[in-house]
């Protein structure tokens, strides 16, 4: 069975420092992977998705970047975080449906 | 943009009783996901639909694209089934960009 990771559980980070932000997906190889964002009380929103190595789309720009290093591991990162990035990553396998890993709470300060 | 109207914001049952959540789409959407938040925060799978209906034990959805409305019906709600419910819906144009729904509180009390 395929499972997804995410890393970390969650991460407190000030303002103007790097973020790096890791998924995984253990059993399924080429996988399309998606990126999420939510804001405290906000509505999910996709951010990048990538259906191989080395190709990322961008769906909408927070100032993140997204990358494929690996078949199976999809980053999100920026060099500055902002105060807006705060917010709960998911990161999801689709197959055709849609499954979410845990998530990554992160808070700005 | 594509919107997806979801209702009630928020719902309270009594154990025993039942109700249905609803996703009203402003487009034809291709596909539409039901998921439940876990104590996390992440999203549980409950239900894909590309068409019809489909039950999964006290959990029944349904989704009309010519109406452009999805339903999901709890019956016999039980205390654990409190928590918030989302509905999410793909247009299908390209890649499977998800549009969801603000979700709806499930409250179930004794």
């Known amino acids: 069975a395929q499972t997804i990771h995410q890393w970390p559980v969650a991460e407190i980070k000030a303002v103007g420092s790097p973020l790096s932000l890791g998924c995984t997906i253990k059993?399924?190889?080429?996988?399309?992977l998606y990126w999420y964002w939510q804001a405290t009380g906000g509505t999910l929103q996709q951010l990048f998705y990538?259906?191989?190595?080395?190709?990322v789309e961008s769906v909408v720009q927070l100032n993140l970047s997204a990358s494929r290093p690996k078949d199976d591991q999809f980053i999100l990162s920026t060099e500055k975080l902002l105060l807006s990035h705060s917010g709960f990553y998911l990161c999801?396998?689709?197959?055709?449906?849609?499954?979410f890993g845990p998530g990554t709470r992160l808070t700005v300060l | 943009g594509d919107q997806v109207e979801q209702s009630p914001s928020a719902l309270s049952l009594h154990e025993g009783t039942g109700s249905a959540l609803r996703c009203n789409f402003t487009?034809?959407?291709?596909?539409v996901q039901w998921f439940r938040k876990n104590s996390r925060g992440s999203l549980i799978n409950l239900f894909y639909?590309?068409?019809g209906t489909k039950e999964n034990g006290r959990l029944k959805s349904a989704f009309d694209s010519k109406e452009r409305y999805s339903t999901l019906h709890i019956r016999d709600a039980q205390l654990e089934d409190s928590g918030t419910y989302f509905c999410?819906?793909?247009?299908?144009?390209?890649?499977?960009?998800?549009?969801f729904g603000k979700g709806t509180v499930l409250l179930v009390s004794p």
């Open positions: 639909l590309a068409s």
């Open positions: 990538s259906i191989t190595v080395g190709q």
């Open positions: 999801a396998w689709v197959p055709e449906e849609q499954y």
């Open positions: 487009t034809t959407m291709r596909a």
């Open positions: 999410a819906a793909e247009r299908g144009s390209g890649y499977n960009k998800l549009t």
């Open positions: 059993g399924k190889s080429s996988p399309n």
